[in-house]
């Protein structure tokens, strides 16, 4: 098999999705193309109501051990689960990481901002843990383990180092939930001692929502259990200019699935597509975060960022400034 970064084009599982993912998706198809990227894709058609993932869908994901997705749309109400909790757990992509930072050209209320969020993917209240006891009453259960909150702090901590990151921030509300944030906190706290040279400080969840709306510069690198990641991400996003141009992945072991960073708004309106108006800004920047993840570096420096149009006309904007 090719190794990483020694020119063999590589294969990509590509899983279009729902709403505007065909477009945005198609997007970075079109920009690969132009830039002759050493990647070939293996495209699935995969949608959220369906019941599970395709078992052809996780082989050729095992077997090509990188994904680009759109989004793909969760159903709300019983019945359906979630088929990117799904994915997540099948492939034990335990971290998922968003970028959120200003970007030339995106006037935003707040300057400075550079914040990586880096959330615990597997467990916590996503472990999907719920029953009815008697008509009337769910109960839902929150899973927190040593295991995984270490292994997500190492992760942070790993990743703040080996970025020249100053900071790590651990989110929690371990004064309501004593155990289960306690546990997630002492696990952070344990891996820091390991990394003297980053700051560790940690925030309440609720006073962070706050801190982020009002000076979001102050935070670098954030580390979170499952749910408050996808609460913080999506905010820091929105704060930094928008969920339709922030990257991001889920990065397992052996694996890992690039997307849109926030997933509000990933699939779109109906209007949205039909105007052809999906930004594929934030795509095209997970697809340069997947050529680093490849070892092709080179390719996903040539990625441009544009600033406004229909998916097109910045999908060839993108194509024009590669020459």
């Given at each position: 098999?090719?190794?990483?970064?020694?020119?063999?084009?590589?294969?990509?599982?590509?899983?279009?999705?729902?709403?505007?993912?065909?477009?945005?998706?198609?997007?970075?198809?079109?920009?690969?193309?132009?830039?002759?990227?050493?990647?070939?894709?293996?495209?699935?058609?995969?949608?959220?109501?369906?019941?599970?993932?395709?078992?052809?869908?996780?082989?050729?994901?095992?077997?090509?051990?990188?994904?680009?997705?759109?989004?793909?749309?969760?159903?709300?109400?019983?019945?359906?689960?979630?088929?990117?909790?799904?994915?997540?757990?099948?492939?034990?992509?335990?971290?998922?990481?968003?970028?959120?930072?200003?970007?030339?050209?995106?006037?935003?209320?707040?300057?400075?901002?550079?914040?990586?969020?880096?959330?615990?993917?597997?467990?916590?209240?996503?472990?999907?843990?719920?029953?009815?006891?008697?008509?009337?009453?769910?109960?839902?259960?929150?899973?927190?383990?040593?295991?995984?909150?270490?292994?997500?702090?190492?992760y942070a901590f790993e990743?703040?180092?080996?970025?020249?990151?100053?900071?790590?921030?651990?989110?929690?509300?371990?004064?309501?939930?004593?155990?289960?944030?306690?546990?997630?906190?002492?696990?952070?706290?344990?891996?820091?001692?390991?990394?003297?040279?980053?700051?560790?400080?940690?925030?309440?969840?609720?006073?962070?929502?706050?801190?982020?709306?009002?000076?979001?510069?102050?935070?670098?690198?954030?580390?979170t259990p499952n749910l408050?990641?996808?609460?913080?991400?999506?905010?820091?996003?929105?704060?930094?200019?928008?969920?339709?141009?922030?990257?991001?992945?889920?990065?397992?072991?052996?694996?890992?699935?690039?997307?849109?960073?926030?997933?509000?708004?990933?699939?779109?309106?109906?209007?949205?597509?039909?105007?052809?108006?999906?930004?594929?800004?934030?795509?095209?920047?997970?697809?340069?975060?997947?050529?680093?993840?490849?070892?092709?570096?080179?390719?996903?420096?040539?990625?441009?960022?544009?600033?406004?149009?229909?998916?097109?006309?910045?999908?060839?904007?993108?194509?024009?400034?590669?020459?």
């Open positions: 098999m090719p190794r990483p970064g020694d020119g063999a084009p590589r294969a990509v599982t590509l899983l279009p999705g729902d709403g505007i993912g065909p477009l945005v998706t198609g997007a970075v198809e079109q920009v690969m193309e132009a830039m002759h990227a050493p990647v070939y894709f293996e495209k699935y058609d995969v949608h959220g109501d369906m019941t599970t993932v395709p078992a052809e869908v996780l082989e050729s994901i095992r077997r090509n051990k990188v994904c680009l997705k759109g989004g793909l749309r969760t159903p709300v109400g019983g019945g359906v689960s979630s088929l990117n909790v799904q994915l997540r757990k099948e492939l034990d992509l335990y971290a998922s990481l968003v970028n959120c930072f200003n970007m030339v050209g995106v006037p935003t209320r707040h300057e400075n901002v550079d914040i990586v969020v880096i959330r615990e993917n597997t467990e916590g209240e996503y472990a999907g843990l719920e029953h009815e006891v008697v008509p009337g009453v769910v109960e839902s259960l929150k899973v927190i383990t040593k295991f995984c909150s270490e292994r997500i702090a190492k990743y703040a180092y080996l970025n020249n990151r100053k900071k790590v921030t651990a989110v929690h509300k371990a004064n309501i939930m004593k155990l289960a944030d306690g546990l997630f906190l002492e696990s952070c706290r344990n891996i820091a001692t390991k990394y003297p040279g980053i700051k560790y400080n940690e925030i309440i969840v609720d006073n962070c929502c706050m801190q982020l709306v009002s000076k979001p510069e102050q935070f670098d690198v954030m580390v408050y990641g996808n609460l913080v991400a999506n905010t820091a996003a929105g704060i930094a200019g928008g969920t339709g141009i922030m990257p991001g992945g889920n990065v397992g072991q052996g694996h890992a699935i690039f997307e849109q960073g926030a997933s509000a708004g990933n699939v779109g309106t109906e209007k949205q597509v039909a105007q052809n108006k999906a930004n594929p800004v934030a795509l095209l920047l997970s697809s340069a975060m997947m050529l680093r993840h490849l070892q092709f570096p080179s390719f996903a420096d040539r990625l441009e960022t544009p600033s406004s149009g229909s998916t097109q006309e910045v999908t060839d904007a993108v194509i024009a400034a590669l020459d």
